[in-house]
């Protein structure tokens, strides 16, 4: 099950559910759970994923998925749940971090990807091999792929199957950063900085963010202008700006 821990302004949500990490249901709607006790808390400020052992996460239960065919609407359940979660993810106004410590296939990188970033210690392997067994990634791997790497790079993972090292992941930008050592604990470092900004205005850059991906040009523009305006009535924008020109007198 979802292991969540509470720092000062950083929550740690840890997938646990050995041997590798299955996104079975019983995961998925404890993990479901914990987001929903994360969008109500004003006090935290970031969000780092991870996984326990050696597997970020592997992916759906494949004898759940063999116990639901013929039964189309066990099998559109467990897609729209899992499909529901990993875009609650992704909008959480917060910023949200996957650390890799272990492999990520399958839905598992798909979870990772719906991240805003993700860390990658340099000896995991990433990869979508659904095809392999006869599928495609059926909770947002398709579309959010492509609008993170270049197109031939997302066709390479879907249509071969095959994993990639956490070195190739970082040149063609699906990971942000190949470490050495702890993902986790280079996540959590970057997450305490993040946290240290005004809330506000890191929110905002997320919403800009989340506009720029849905939102044609124009109508993103216009998002963003709306955010920067609100941004400069608040007091505290307002007071750091001035501790900043005093700073620099």
């Given amino acids: ?13 840890t997938i646990d559910n050995p041997p590798v990490n299955t996104l079975s ?14 969008e109500g808390d004003d006090r935290i400020r970031a ?9 970020f996460a592997s992916g759906g239960d494949v004898n759940e998925l063999l116990e639901s065919v013929g039964n189309p609407d066990a099998i559109e359940e467990h897609v729209a749940l899992t499909g529901a979660l990993f875009s609650r993810l992704a909008a959480l106004p917060i910023p949200v971090i996957a650390a890799l ?27 979508f091999p659904e095809v392999k067994l006869g599928l495609i990634p059926g909770a947002g791997g398709t579309q959010r792929l492509p609008r993170r790497v270049l197109r031939l790079h997302a066709a390479e993972l879907l249509l071969t199957g095959g994993l990639i090292s956490a ?22 470092e970057i997450a305490t900085r993040i946290s240290a ?10 919403s800009a963010l989340q506009a720029a991906g849905s939102l044609d040009q124009a109508t993103g523009l216009g998002v963003e202008r709306r955010l920067f305006v609100d941004l400069l009535s608040d007091p505290d924008t307002v007071e750091g700006l001035q501790a900043f020109l005093d700073g620099a007198r």
């Fill in 47 to 55: 969000l780092v994923l991870t996984g326990s052992g050696t597997t």
């Fill in 197 to 206: 900004f005004p809330p506000r205005a890191v929110r905002a850059a997320k």
């Fill in 1 to 13: 099950m979802p292991v969540l821990r509470h720092g000062d302004a950083i929550v740690t949500i």
């Fill in 167 to 188: 070195a190739r992941a970082l040149q063609i930008g699906l990971v942000n950063e190949c470490v050495p050592a702890s993902a986790y604990q280079r996540a959590y």
């Fill in 101 to 127: 410590d272990g492999a990520a296939v399958g839905g598992g990188l798909e979870l990772a990807i719906a991240c805003d970033l993700v860390i990658a210690n340099e000896q995991v392997r990433l990869g």
């Fill in 25 to 38: 249901m019983s995961t998925l709607a404890q993990l479901d759970e914990q987001l929903a006790a994360v």
